[in-house]
Nanobody
Framework: VQLQASGGGLVQAGGSLRLSCAAS????????MAWFRQGPGNEREFVAA?????????LADSVKGRFTISRTNAAQNTVYLQMNSLKPEDTAVHYC???????????????????WGQGTQVTVSS
């Protein structure tokens, strides 16, 4: 499956952005979809995930209450990351990822995802 991320940009602190990740095929219940991010000089870190089998969502503690992940496309081949109350520390390249085999315990692990999009830059100014 190929993934195409979009929606990044420059926003002031406190603002909002919505990222989209379109998959090249219907992912439906077969894939867990996730967002990761990598800031300057940092390792790639987990942001959010939605499981294909249950549609349950998982968020990193740093974004709880501010970000929401969802799959609202009828074909379930698009996942969204709604980012509100953005902070300068949210500045990073954001990547979408997909996996057919990731387990609940490995959900936040970069290594658990076989498919990655190209990344979209999010910059939050103070």
């Amino acid at each position: 499956v190929q993934l195409q991320a979009s929606g990044g940009g420059l926003v002031q602190a406190g603002g909002s952005l919505r990222l989209s990740c379109a998959a090249s095929e219907r992912t439906g219940s077969r894939y867990t979809m996730a967002w990761f991010r990598q800031g300057p000089g940092n390792e790639r870190e987990f942001v959010a995930a939605v499981r294909g089998s249950t549609l349950t969502t998982h968020l990193a503690d740093s974004v709880k209450g501010r970000f929401t992940i969802s799959r609202t496309n009828a074909a379930q081949n698009t996942v969204y990351l709604q980012m509100n109350s953005l902070k300068p520390e949210d500045t990073a390249v954001h990547y979408c990822a997909a996996s057919r085999t990731v387990t609940l315990s490995a959900l936040r692990s970069v290594a658990a995802y076989a498919y990655w999009g190209q990344g979209t830059q999010v910059t939050v100014s103070s």
